[in-house]
């Protein structure tokens, strides 16, 4: 499962999969610090084998480019 | 704001707020490790400047005394 366009195609959102809490925790801990090193910060869910994450451009209520930069990067950080 | 029972009182729930995106993403790292330690896993959805944390037991699809006491440990992590 890719990227999905949410909430009327203003959002960007994955459900990335895992296989217990702590390693769900841990991918969620590298998207916050790309967050805080991309000064974008993306709304994300988290539990036992799951991270869900919510990228939008809240200034715009909407996606900028920006948003699918985010995406990608955080693509990598999965893998 | 204290905790609220919700989904026909099966789930707590309590809204978080803090000051930016890395003040929330810390919280959100200690119920992490509280989670770890205590073997019980919670629910968690934050971004800039909140964190919502939902608690129940899944194996009884509604709340425990455990959940109580979890409850309880988040809230002094908040402090």
């Known amino acids: 499962q890719g990227w999905e366009l949410t909430h009327d195609a203003t959002r960007l959102e994955r459900t990335f999969k895992f296989g ?3 390693e769900a925790n841990r991918f969620v801990d590298r998207v916050g610090e790309l967050a805080e090193e991309e000064g974008h910060h993306p709304d994300i869910t988290f539990g036992w084998g799951y991270a ?17 930069i985010f995406a990608a990067k955080t693509n990598r950080l999965a893998e």
Chains 1, 2 share one sequence.
């Open 52 to 68: 869900t994450v919510v990228i939008w451009t809240h200034k715009i209520g909407g996606l900028h480019e920006n948003d699918f």
């Open 20 to 22: 217990n809490f702590v």
